[in-house]
């Protein structure tokens, strides 16, 4: 190496050190940080839980660094809230949380012990509220609402038109009567419900049994009407 170049490296060496502010660089830091320090949570999709509820138990986060922030950070706080099934988070750099909520859906109410609750389709009992003008069937039965949501996702799927069920009825031996809004009755059996489905969606539109209030399919391969 030339005596020239190393006298230019020591110049630059000695530039860096004369030059160089530790304070200053810990200041950089520190505003870089404030830089990404969460200022807004959005809520989306949201339809029952109330946006105010969620922000209540993640307001601790606002002023975190976004870069810092998991998603357990955020699930931990919201997991007693009632209709929640889970949700997806996204980071919007540099200051903002967007949260999507997948709810539960609301099914039925339910009275147990005297009290009145909502069940959603996860078998959760939830206290009644008014949440919507929506209209909730009724259950009645001792442990109806253990089987009720497996019971209810058959009939939807069988397309059979759930909205016109005003009542159902279950029975300790696992079967289940429909009132519907008419006040017609449908006694299902305890066994093959979706051939009963099916078999009532028939019958339902049939002219010949529009005059019976009673429609027994307990029996297979029998009906029985009243």
């Known amino acids: ?17 004369t030059t160089y502010n530790p304070i200053e660089f810990t200041n950089f830091k520190k505003e870089e940080k404030f830089f990404f320090k969460i200022k ?27 870069f810092f922030i998991k ?14 099934d889970k949700i997806e988070v996204k980071k919007k750099y540099p200051n903002t949380i967007i ?7 609301p099914i039925a109410i339910v009275f147990k012990n005297n009290k009145k609750y909502l069940l959603d389709d996860s078998s959760n009992l939830i206290s009644y509220k008014k949440i919507s003008e929506d209209y909730y069937p009724t259950i009645f039965g001792e442990g109806a609402e253990y089987s009720f949501a497996d019971f209810f996702s058959k009939l939807k799927e069988s397309n059979f038109p759930h909205e016109i069920v005003k009542n159902y009825y279950y029975f300790q031996i696992g079967r289940w009567d ?22 009532a969606i028939k019958l339902l539109d049939h002219e010949n049994f529009k005059n019976y209030n009673i429609i027994d399919l307990r029996i297979e391969s029998k009906v029985i009407v009243e």
């Not at 190496?1 to 050190?17: D, H």
């Not at 429909?178 to 078999?199: C, G, Q, R, W």
């Open 1 to 17: 190496m030339n005596k020239f170049y190393r006298i230019f490296l020591l110049l630059i060496a000695l530039i860096f050190l």
């Open 40 to 66: 807004q949570i959005e809520i989306v999709n949201n339809k029952i839980i109330e946006s105010r509820d969620i922000f209540k138990r993640l307001e601790h986060l606002i002023t975190k660094n976004i």
């Open 71 to 84: 998603k357990a950070d955020i699930n931990e706080p919201l997991k007693k809230i009632e209709f929640l």
């Open 99 to 105: 949260i999507k909520i997948y709810e539960t859906e």
């Open 178 to 199: 429909l009132e519907l809004l008419n006040d017609k009755i449908i006694k299902l059996p305890t066994n093959k419900t979706e051939k009963a489905f099916h078999l």
